[in-house]
């Protein structure tokens, strides 16, 4: 029922180490199908896949960054970001989203304090 009233994009970047432990793969699968216009999905592989653009492993941040300027576009635009995991991707995250406001002519602390109060931003990790 949700799905046929959800008028915006859900983007989301999974990053796990192996195409193995892809969660729900089947299911995200079937939405993209049915739901071209309403869905992204990009994958982080850290043990398999291409590498990032320094030649490392693909991280979160690494997927998240190639994107950047998508992803900043939506935040200005009122999209919401959730990030969801292990807590000890989040600095990795956070330095990636410095040097993209840097790049920007941002102040991170300045830009991460603005999403927060608009309640565009989400952390749940352990």
Do not use: T
């Amino acid at each position: 029922p949700a799905q046929k009233n959800f008028q915006g994009l859900a983007w989301l970047f999974l990053g796990v180490a192996n195409k193995d432990a892809l969660l729900y793969d089947e299911e995200f699968q079937v939405y993209l199908r049915q739901n071209p216009d309403k869905m992204r999905l990009d994958y982080a592989l850290s043990r398999e896949g291409p590498l990032n653009k320094k030649g490392g492993k693909m991280y979160i941040q690494d997927k998240v960054e190639e994107y950047a300027d998508e992803v900043f576009d939506a935040l200005d635009k009122g999209a919401h970001i959730y990030f969801c995991g292990l807590k000890g991707m989040m600095p990795g995250i956070q330095d990636m989203l410095k040097d993209v406001c840097k790049a920007k002519g941002l102040d991170f602390e300045e830009y991460l304090e603005g999403i927060k109060k608009k309640g565009q931003w989400h952390v749940e990790v352990y």
